[in-house]
């Protein structure tokens, strides 16, 4: 059988319909020295939170926050218009 008449599902260079060309964002977060003891702490919490990452736990507490503070959030998007 010639190997050019097989077809695969999709191209090597192709990928499944599960994935996405879109990106995300990357930014910086900066720990002084004095304070470096924070990452041991964040990576305790990281597990406690089971999360697989510090970048994961982060966005857990930002949607955490905001919830929290959702009515606040509100009020200042109010008065910025």
């Known amino acids: 059988m010639n190997k050019d008449l097989v077809t695969m599902p999709y191209s090597t260079k192709e990928r499944p319909k599960q994935y996405t060309s879109d990106v995300g964002t990357v930014f910086n977060v900066s720990v002084p020295f004095h304070e470096k003891h924070l990452l041991d702490d964040m990576d305790d919490l990281q597990h406690l939170e089971m ?20 009515e606040q959030l509100e009020l200042m998007k109010s008065f910025r218009r």
């Open 51 to 70: 999360c697989n990452s510090r970048s994961q736990l982060i966005r857990k507490w930002v949607r955490k926050e905001k919830e929290a503070n959702k």
